[in-house]
C-alpha cells in the first residue's frame, strides 16, 4: 500500500512540474515574438568563381617543309633540369639535323615575365623555339 501511494505521489509530482515547464516556455516564446529585438539583415552571396571569358583560338603556326638551313632557338626559362634538357636536345638536333642551327639562350626574366629582348630577337633569327617552361 505503501509503494502506491509513493508512486502516485511522484506521478502527481511530475505533472505538476510539467504544467509549469510548459507555461514557462510559452511566455519565453511570447517574449522572442515581440517586434523590440532587431531583425538580421539579409545577405546575398555570390560565386567567387564568376563566369571566364570566352576563349579565342588561335592556329599553330605552320611546321617548315624542311630544318635544313633552318636556325631553331632553344630557351632555357630557368625551370629545373631544362638546361640539361635543352642540352640534350641540342646534341640529338646536331647529330640528326648536321644542316640545322641551332642557338641556345636563357631568359633573364625566367618563368614570370617576357624578355622582350630575346623574344625581338627570335621574331628577327629564329625559324623555330623549343621553350622549356618546365612540367
Known amino acids: 500500500m505503501k509503494w502506491r501511494v509513493a508512486v502516485i505521489a ?3 509530482i511530475g505533472f ?4 509549469s515547464l510548459s507555461s514557462n516556455q510559452a511566455s519565453a516564446q511570447g517574449k522572442k515574438e515581440s517586434p523590440a529585438e532587431p531583425q538580421m539583415p539579409r545577405i546575398t552571396v555570390l560565386n567567387p568563381l564568376g563566369t571566364p571569358p570566352p576563349i579565342k583560338l588561335k592556329p599553330q603556326a ?3 617543309d624542311t630544318l635544313d638551313g ?5 630557351v632555357n626559362t ?4 631544362t638546361d640539361r ?10 647529330a ?5 642551327n641551332v642557338e641556345y639562350k636563357v631568359s633573364k626574366t625566367g618563368m614570370t615575365e617576357v624578355d622582350k629582348d630575346l623574344w625581338a630577337e627570335i621574331g628577327a633569327k629564329a ?6 617552361l618546365g612540367h
Open 78 to 81: 630557368g625551370y629545373i633540369g
Open 127 to 132: 625559324d623555330a623555339v623549343v621553350l622549356g
Open 70 to 74: 633552318k636556325t631553331i632557338y632553344f
Open 62 to 64: 605552320a611546321r617548315p
Open 85 to 94: 634538357l635543352m642540352s640534350v636536345m641540342m646534341e640529338w638536333f646536331k
Open 10 to 12: 511522484i506521478f502527481c
Open 96 to 100: 640528326h639535323c648536321p644542316k640545322t
Open 16 to 19: 505538476a512540474c510539467s504544467i
